[in-house]
């Protein structure tokens, strides 16, 4: 897995239990929430047969994966919007065949804005899911350096 700019990343936490879903569901609207999504950007996708993911043809669009641990989830997806395509090319995921695709690469004529795509995929999992609230973090506190930590604790 190759993670670089013009990706959306998602990474839900959430309890399966209290979203009545078995791990395969839960892959399941993971994926179907991704596909719907795409076409509201011109972009028909498919999901997987052989492994989780969401492809156009024979190249994969988004990787999903899941870990779970205690029936908490962790990890998502990745999705590609306008990444660099030709680091692809020597990486690939799940040892697919055919590089990766992008939005951008599969609707050209229209351009893919990172922002109003992560803003939609957020309503989209909120409304698939049932979440009453979602919270965003572009950063986890747990990485911060320990001397960075120490100032903004000292500085509240």
Do not use: W
Request: charged share 20%; hydrophobic share 45%; net charge positive.
């Amino acid at each position: 897995m190759l993670h670089v700019p013009g990706q959306i990343t998602g990474y839900f936490i959430a309890a399966l239990d209290r979203l009545k879903l078995t791990p395969a569901s839960y892959l399941g609207v993971l994926e179907q929430t991704l596909i719907e999504l795409l076409r509201d950007f011109g972009v028909y996708a498919s999901p997987d047969i052989g492994r989780p993911g969401v492809m156009v043809g024979e190249r994969r669009l988004a990787h999903i994966g899941v870990a779970i641990r205690a029936g908490i989830t962790s990890f998502g997806f990745v999705l590609n919007a306008n990444p660099d395509l030709s680091l692809f090319r020597a990486v690939r995921c799940e040892g697919d065949a055919q590089p990766m695709t992008s939005i951008q690469r599969e609707a050209p004529s229209r351009r893919v804005d990172l922002f109003e795509l992560r803003q939609r995929l957020i309503d989209a999992a909120a409304v698939r899911f049932s979440f009453d609230r979602v919270q965003v973090f572009r950063e986890c506190p747990g990485l911060i350096p320990t001397t960075t930590r120490h100032a903004i604790t000292r500085a509240r």
